[in-house]
Structures are given as structure tokens and as C-alpha cells.
């Protein structure tokens, strides 16, 4: 690992600021930003903000015009050397004159050997600052590219005491204001909100961003519900909106009806009755979908956590209880000693008005112990 200084720190810390600002807008390209620095200076900054505009780097040299030439660049994602919706990245650093180059992460596409590509350029470059930060940016754009399936997160609104909802599905609200505008924050960063067949029959949801305050540049996530014998009614809400609704199934016999509706069917092999979910986040992956956010019932959400597929969970928690005739968080095996448990991590606990927010991960390491 290369040695950096504190200046490179706090130049590098910028660049992953301006990455953030992508947050909601870049799919499925990676969130990106760059720092252009002469003479000690921050001379010209940029970011990536929606894909097929120009990347990071290229706001930032255009910003920094002749103030480029001999200065570094900071950049939170190593650059691009191929031709995608755009030039490579690698030619505007060397055309423009820079001398340096620091970068966050490695891009995990097998398409980018930026690094290589610059040191034979003759430019000093230098990666792995704050490399987990910029991964942790672009925990989707990674795990598509590496694993070969989106990053999955799991969100569930429960009382205190567990329950999700009353015994006769009822649940809206359990979470408050506060807790339900985060909610759009989720939905609005993830490329996908998926739900079942179960949670579209008995709510309807719309599985959109309504927020418009959030800078999505116009972009809705992909709608996804996992519906094995095609039930969905043609009627639904979500199918009447802007944006793609891509319903997965076992059984098509009603691809017809839906598909004249306006939703996407695709057909899966079967797991345990409903479309396998290995399957159908293969898929989605083939699609560039970055990051799933799964808004279901205690069933699908059980299946996801069965099949190790649940990279993060997030729990709304309101200050109630909802007794015992209510329907649990998931659905799960018949579980009997305490050795059977599920080994979580809580990364995140901060409150959104009376209700907490818990972030947690599948604890790998507990889980081997």
C-alpha cells in the first residue's frame, strides 16, 4: 500500500463527498467523484451524475480547463479505460495534462485496467485511499459485478414487540412520518423495490419514489414482484405508473393479460413453489440492477434470509405493541435451540421521529463460531 499524506486524505474525502451526490441519480453506473488539485489547491471538482453523462473526471478537467495541466487528480473509483456510453476516462486524464493520479477503490470491471493504463502513460497513480468508503458507495455496482446478483437489502416496519402486522394483514402504519420519508430515501437509491404477489393482493403499492425532493434526475426504480402463477390483477396500481414493472413467475398462463397491462413476465425454474430467487437475482443482475430493496411480507422476506441472499437488513421500530394475535417479522424454519439463530451485526441505530431505525448485516463471523 502506498504511502499518503494527510492532504491526500482531505482531498480524497472531497472526491467521496461529491461521489454521494449520485446517490439517487447514476444507476447502474457507479457513484463517482473527482477533485482536480494544483500547486496544493483544489483547482476544479466534479461528479458522475446520471449514466450516459460524462463521469467524474470529465466534469472535473472541463471545470479545471489549463489549471490541469501538471496538477493530480483524485478520483473515488479508479478510471475507466474502455469505451462505454462514453470515452475512457484514462485518455481525458492524460490528454488534459494531469501528472498524478489517486484513487479510492478498483473498479471491479474486468473491462477497467485504468491503473495500467496510466503508468504507461507515464502518470504517477496511486490506489487503495479510503477504498472502503468508495466501496461501501457502491455496494451494488460491486456485488453485480463480483457476485454476479445485486446487493440485497431487506426493509420490515415492526412494533416493539415483533409484529408486522395485525392477524388480519392490517398494517399501515405501524412507522411514523419520519420513519416513511427514509423509506423513499431507500427506494430511491436502490435500481429495484421488490415485493410478492401476497403484499400486491392485499395493499396495492405503488413501489415508487414520491418524494421529489430527492434528486433522482426523473429516474424511478424498476418495480419487481414475484407472482408464480401470474395473479397480479391487471388493475394494480404500480402498473399505471411511469417506470417498469417486471413481474417473475413459474406458471405463465396469464402473460397475456399482464404484459397487455404494461408489466415485463418473465419466467423462471421453480424453487420450493415460487420462482427461485437465485434465479431471479441472476436476472436482475443480466438487467444492471445494482441494488434490490425488498418490501414484502413475512413469507418472501423469510425466503430471501433462508436462502443467505439478505446482505443488509433495516428495521423500522415504533414505540408500540401489538400483542399476540399479530403476524411475525419473517417466516423462517421450525427453529428450536438457540444454536439455530441467525448471527446479526447492527451497524446503524438512529431514531426517525418517536420510531428507531436498526441497520443490521448477517454476522459472518459469529455465524462461523
Known amino acids: 500500500m502506498p504511502e499518503f499524506s494527510v492532504a491526500d486524505h482531505r482531498f480524497m474525502a472531497r472526491a467521496l463527498q461529491l461521489a454521494e451526490r449520485g446517490r439517487y441519480s447514476t444507476h447502474p453506473n457507479p457513484r463517482v467523484g473527482c477533485v482536480i488539485v494544483a500547486a496544493g489547491e483544489i483547482a476544479a471538482e466534479g461528479w458522475h451524475e446520471t449514466a450516459g453523462g460524462p463521469h ?35 485518455d481525458a486524464l492524460a490528454h488534459a495534462g494531469i501528472v498524478r493520479v489517486v484513487f479510492a477503490a478498483a473498479d471491479p470491471n474486468a473491462k477497467v485496467d485504468g491503473a495500467a493504463v496510466l503508468a504507461e502513460r507515464g502518470i ?32 420490515v416496519a415492526a412494533s416493539l414487540d415483533g409484529a408486522t402486522a395485525m392477524e388480519d394483514g392490517s398494517s399501515q402504519w405501524i412507522s411514523g412520518p419520519s420513519a416513511r420519508a427514509d423509506v423513499q430515501r431507500l427506494r430511491a437509491e436502490s435500481s429495484a423495490v421488490l415485493t410478492g404477489i401476497g403484499t400486491v393482493l392485499a ?25 408464480s402463477r401470474l395473479r397480479m390483477p391487471a388493475g394494480s396500481r404500480m402498473l399505471s405508473l411511469d417506470g417498469d414493472t417486471l413481474v417473475y413467475c413459474v406458471d405463465d398462463a396469464n402473460r397475456a393479460t399482464l404484459e397487455q397491462a404494461g408489466a415485463t413476465v418473465v419466467r423462471v425454474e421453480a424453487g420450493s413453489e415460487r420462482p427461485q430467487l437465485e434465479a431471479v437475482l441472476a436476472d436482475l443482475a443480466a438487467r444492471e440492477i445494482n441494488e434490490v430493496l425488498v418490501e414484502a411480507g413475512a413469507t418472501l422476506g423469510g425466503a430471501f434470509l433462508q436462502a443467505g441472499l439478505v446482505d443488509e437488513l433495516v428495521l423500522y421500530q415504533a414505540p408500540v405493541l401489538l400483542g399476540s394475535r399479530t403476524k411475525g417479522l419473517f417466516a423462517t424454519p421450525d427453529w428450536r435451540a438457540l444454536s439455530d439463530k441467525l448471527a446479526l451485526k447492527v451497524v446503524d441505530i438512529r431514531q426517525f421521529g418517536p420510531d428507531t431505525r436498526i441497520i443490521a448485516r448477517p454476522d459472518a463471523a459469529s455465524a462461523a463460531s
Open 56 to 90: 467524474a473526471e470529465a466534469m472535473a478537467l472541463a471545470a479545471a480547463g489549463e489549471a490541469a495541466r501538471g496538477a493530480t487528480a483524485y478520483v473515488s473509483l479508479e478510471p475507466c479505460s474502455h469505451h462505454g456510453r462514453t470515452p475512457p476516462c484514462t
Open 124 to 155: 504517477d497513480v496511486s490506489g487503495g485511499l479510503l477504498a472502503d468508503a468508495a466501496r461501501r458507495l457502491n455496494e451494488g455496482f460491486f456485488s453485480r459485478l463480483q457476485k454476479h446478483r445485486p446487493f440485497v437489502r431487506v426493509k
Open 203 to 227: 395493499d396495492d403499492p405503488s413501489l415508487n419514489v414520491r418524494d421529489t425532493a430527492l434528486d433522482t434526475r426523473g429516474r424511478q426504480p424498476l418495480r419487481v414482484v414475484i407472482d
